[in-house]
């Protein structure tokens, strides 16, 4: 137990991937990601003075970097320049993250949000079932959640929006068939067809109600918990202001249904560490947009087989490595607490990132040279390349099946 705080603190949010009803057209986007992510980020009074000092100093520095509304966003790293993490990127937008992430350091507070728009339908869909025998609601949403995210199917995609029991009819008639062609590479897939069965027959007793618009209060839930874990009860939370004039927003309501009370809207030019939140939601759901991207199968590939990630996310230069450094140091190693970073029952994504800068970080990792992205798999060591890639396969899928383990007694698609 952390010894309580008689300081005051000032903590400050803002969101990234932010859909205030999960329809057809906001699935359908180009653009669209399963994930929504809040940060939230404060300091003490007496540490305010020094970051916005830094801040200010990164502001000039980066002064070219401001878009319209004269402040500099997430929205300047662009999702195609992080194609193969921070592998791809320029040594100016390395430089750029780098003094940003430097305004930091083990003083601030952070907290992180990240939740699965279809997690929360899953949910709901599951939300009148009992547990029975060896079948555990959590470990169903779970189930089900990654396999419709996996995969990706259309057809419970389009149900979803059409009826209740045409997304329980879609969901089925999904697994039925997942199961069959898991059946090309069952020593594999033995796990997961095991678990798929289950799921049908759990499907049977559902009646689901599902509803699509997003609901903001769990983030405030899991920032409360942190508050209390840390001990701090002299507080201020300073959201984005998002609601017309004279309206509260659906964030600061949210907030306050929790007992947030001292939370309060404001504008993000007036209040320096909601540019900084905004910054930091950004960077996080790109990056876990990208892993998402760069472990999906593609059109053409078996999905039967296992996935890697490409080679190139191995080929980095001293700057990147240090980068991915300083990155785990914020998210996983400073501030560390039980709530720093509060999820949903499936968080993959999250885990997918957090594997990734561990693995990045051991002292005996041998990283491949750097190479031109774009120049072709000839210009890699090929056997140092697929050892690396199967390195990192056994190490995230070790991460999977731990969190699986702790947290439903299970060992689910960790094959």
């Known amino acids: 137990m952390t010894k309580k705080s008689r300081k005051k603190y000032h903590f400050y949010y803002d969101e990234s991937g932010h859909d205030k009803k999960i329809t057809e057209n906001a699935i359908s986007r180009q653009e669209y990601f399963d994930n929504f992510v809040v940060a939230i980020v404060g300091w003490s009074d007496e540490g305010i003075p020094e970051v916005q000092s830094k801040f200010s100093e990164f502001e000039i520095i980066h002064e070219n970097r401001r878009g319209k509304d004269g402040e500099i966003k997430s929205l300047t790293i662009k999702p195609k320049q992080l194609r193969y993490g921070l592998v791809s990127l320029s040594d100016d937008n390395v430089s750029f993250l780098s003094d940003f992430i430097s305004i930091f350091d083990k003083n601030t507070k952070c907290y992180f949000f990240v939740a699965s728009k279809i997690e929360y339908l899953v949910r709901q869909l599951l939300s009148g079932y009992r547990n029975s025998g060896n079948r555990n609601r959590d470990v169903m949403t779970y189930t089900i959640t990654k396999a419709i995210l996996t995969y990706k199917p259309e057809a419970v995609f389009r149900a979803i929006y059409k009826s209740s029991e045409e997304f329980l009819d879609a969901l089925k008639t999904f697994f039925t068939e997942r199961i069959k062609i898991n059946m090309r590479n069952i020593e594999l897939k033995k796990l997961e067809n095991e678990a798929f069965k289950n799921i049908l027959v759990s499907l049977k007793r559902i009646t689901p109600e599902p509803s699509t618009e997003w609901i903001y209060y769990p983030a405030f839930e899991g920032f409360k918990q942190y508050l209390s874990e840390r001990e701090i009860e002299n507080y201020s939370l300073i959201t984005?202001?998002?609601?017309?004039?004279?309206?509260?927003?659906?964030?600061?309501?949210?907030?306050?249904?929790?007992?947030?009370?001292?939370?309060?809207?404001?504008?993000?030019?007036?209040?320096?560490?909601?540019?900084?939140?905004?910054?930091?939601?950004?960077?996080?759901?790109?990056?876990?947009?990208?892993?998402?991207?760069?472990?999906?199968?593609?059109?053409?590939?078996?999905?039967?087989?296992?996935?890697?990630?490409?080679?190139?996310?191995?080929?980095?230069?001293?700057?990147?490595?240090?980068?991915?450094?300083?990155?785990?140091?914020?998210?996983?190693?400073?501030?560390?607490?039980?709530?720093?970073?509060?999820?949903?029952?499936?968080?993959?994504?999250?885990?997918?990132?957090?594997?990734?800068?561990?693995?990045?970080?051991?002292?005996?990792?041998?990283?491949?040279?750097?190479?031109?992205?774009?120049?072709?798999?000839?210009?890699?060591?090929?056997?140092?390349?697929?050892?690396?890639?199967?390195?990192?396969?056994?190490?995230?899928?070790?991460?999977?099946?731990?969190?699986?383990?702790?947290?439903?007694?299970?060992?689910?698609?960790?094959?």
């Not at 991207?293 to 996935?307: C, H, I, R, S, V």
């Not at 190693?333 to 561990?358: P, R």
Request: aromatic share 12%.
């Open 240 to 415: 984005d202001k998002e609601g017309a004039d004279g309206q509260d927003s659906n964030t600061l309501r949210a907030a306050h249904s929790v007992g947030l009370s001292s939370t309060v809207e404001g504008d993000s030019k007036e209040y320096f560490g909601i540019r900084i939140a905004d910054m930091m939601a950004g960077i996080i759901f790109k990056l876990l947009r990208t892993l998402d991207n760069a472990l999906e199968y593609k059109e053409g590939e078996d999905p039967t087989q296992k996935k890697y990630l490409d080679a190139k996310w191995f080929c980095m230069n001293s700057k990147q490595h240090q980068l991915y450094k300083q990155l785990d140091k914020l998210l996983f190693e400073w501030d560390v607490s039980e709530n720093k970073i509060y999820t949903g029952i499936y968080s993959d994504g999250i885990l997918t990132l957090k594997a990734l800068l561990d693995f990045l970080s051991q002292d005996n990792i041998e990283l491949l040279n750097p190479i031109a992205i774009g120049k072709g798999e000839e210009s890699l060591d090929g056997e140092k390349a697929k050892n690396l890639q199967e390195e990192f396969n056994v190490f995230l899928c070790e991460y999977m099946a731990n969190y699986l383990i702790e947290n439903f007694y299970c060992s689910l698609f960790t094959e």
